[in-house]
């Protein structure tokens, strides 16, 4: 009890508020991955990461991560990791459990649990849902409780949460007016700033043309090359991965990029497809290397990037299927052929042990598995004529 009265006093001293927060009902899980609940769990000055390296940068750049020694960093980012790991891209949420992040750090539940209290303090997590035990849990549609795990958002400190700790610096030596030779604030000087960084690549235009003006540091995207974005910042990053592996597109701004290749983007289209396309036609045949205009205007190469991703156009003006998304439904179709020749040989075997179980002998059975089999192979062999000229079978059980 005097442990208690000593933590509040301390609290009222600081001025901070108490430990105790008023416990809010946790949401349904059929709403743990809606927009406007994941932004609601988004810690204030951060906004929804785009990716998982974001995140990863501002963890590392973090003015509190820095202090820590390398035993706790390394805990730190093992369990970030961990999170980024499992993150489903299209809402940036992720539910490890916590068995999965115990085996990925290697330490304790009380430990995972410090950090996690941590990234949602530094604002490069916000927790949207909190984990629950079956026995607390609401019945499901089948009217089972089942446990369900903490669900956390990823996030990155706000460009904007910048503006209110930038100011003007005071004067030094008393009025400007007087002193104009020590004072800081004389608008007319034109000094480098060393906090601001080039962009990752050296040839950076607008769309004019002009070059761009050095903007604030921060860590590039990386977008992966067979994921399809999905909201505009990710676009955006999925065209910066584009122009930097397609050299005659480092004219053009990702912006540009993004716009031009927008429409394929929303057909589902990644960056390997737009790569594909850029060097191959849609007949197989592979587009001249010559076609790229030898130039650094970004208004003729943004003409050359849509004449060759017109030529994946329909009549219409509609994408075609990509290199991945007809990759993808080969595969569909492959797996669904799988399972049906699964579910075939579960039928047979059922089938055979229901005849020994009748008393059919071990002979009769096989007989009739082998001409069933005959004749499948006659139904899947497109109209075979042999299929065709043998009549049904009949057996008599």
Known sequence: MLGIIAILHAHVLDG?????????????????????????????????????????????????????????????????????????????TTRPGWEALITATGTSRTTVARVLRLLVAWGIIGRVAAGRQAKYAAAGPDGERINEAAVYVLCTPSPLALVGKVGTPPALGGSHLNKKELTHTRAREKRFNHDMASPRLIVEGATNGAPTARVPWRPEIQWPAHRTPRRRIQRVAAAAEIRNRSFPLRCMTSKDVASSCRDFFLAGWTVADVLHALDWMPDGTQWPHSGAPDTREPWRMRGWLRHRLGAWCT???????????????????????????????????????????????????????????????????????????????????
């Open 315 to 397: 009549d219409a003006g509609e994408p075609l299927r990509s290199r991945d998304q007809q990759a993808a439904d080969r595969h569909a179709e492959q797996r669904r052929q799988q399972d049906a020749e699964r579910r075939r040989v579960l039928e047979r075997q059922a089938e055979r042990a229901a005849r020994l179980s009748q008393g059919d002998t071990p002979a009769k059975v096989t007989a009739l598995a082998q001409i069933r089999a005959i004749f499948d192979t006659g139904r899947r062999s497109h109209g075979s004529p042999l299929a065709a000229s043998r009549p049904p079978v009949h057996s008599k059980s």
């Open 16 to 92: 901070s508020p108490p430990v105790s927060a008023p416990r809010l009902r946790r949401v349904n899980r059929a709403r743990e991955t809606e927009s406007a609940v994941v932004l609601a769990a988004v810690p204030k000055g951060s906004v929804r990461a785009a990716h998982g390296r974001q995140t990863m940068a501002a963890l590392r750049h973090h003015e509190s991560f820095a202090v820590r020694n390398r035993n706790g960093q390394a805990t730190i980012v093992a369990v970030l990791r961990a999170l980024v790991e499992r993150t489903d891209y299209d809402t940036m």
